[in-house]
């Protein structure tokens, strides 16, 4: 499975669940993903804490290949880098939902051919933005475990017609502002 060899590589964190979907050839994973490693830091080989990651992922895979993912990304011009480290497991077919902090507005891009949808996010749990926008509700998720809730997502974000604008790559990054991600909780 897919995300096995990303948890043997070290590039789960946080992992929530990664489990079969109830669907032959399908995995779902939730947690956060590493985008890059930190140094290596002992002569055991021990890395360490990476230097950047996308938070509360939420990803379906068919085979070697992902189907969904969607996440929370710092910085847009992360984007670049999650899509060159994953790039052998993301297709054009790939449904590419990022929640991104530093942007400024709603859009469409395409990135090495691979079509991608940002929505700017300051705050918030992808979940929640993710289940709000596809107009889901705890009723359609009644009764399902985690990776069935995952493929309901999926399922619905098969009919999602974005209405954000679609932009180049370069107009999207004259989308940035200085937003950055709010911690909270005991000091």
Known sequence: MIFDAFEQDGLL???NFKEAAGKPGYFAYRG????VEGEIGDTAGRRKPPVSAMRQVVALANGDKMTLLAGSLD???ELPTLLE????FITPDTKLLMFVIDAAKNFRTSLSGIPVEVVSLPEGAV???LSDMLGL???DFKGQG???KVVTVYTALLDHRSKSPELTWEEAQGLVTNAKR???GAI
Do not use: C, M, R
């Open 32 to 35: 956060d993903l590493v985008l």
């Open 182 to 184: 709010q911690i909270h």
């Open 127 to 129: 979940w929640n933005e």
């Open 146 to 148: 985690g990776a069935e």
């Open 13 to 15: 964190l946080n992992t």
């Open 85 to 88: 480290k994953y790039a052998p």
């Open 137 to 139: 509700d705890k009723s």
């Open 75 to 77: 910085k847009l011009a």
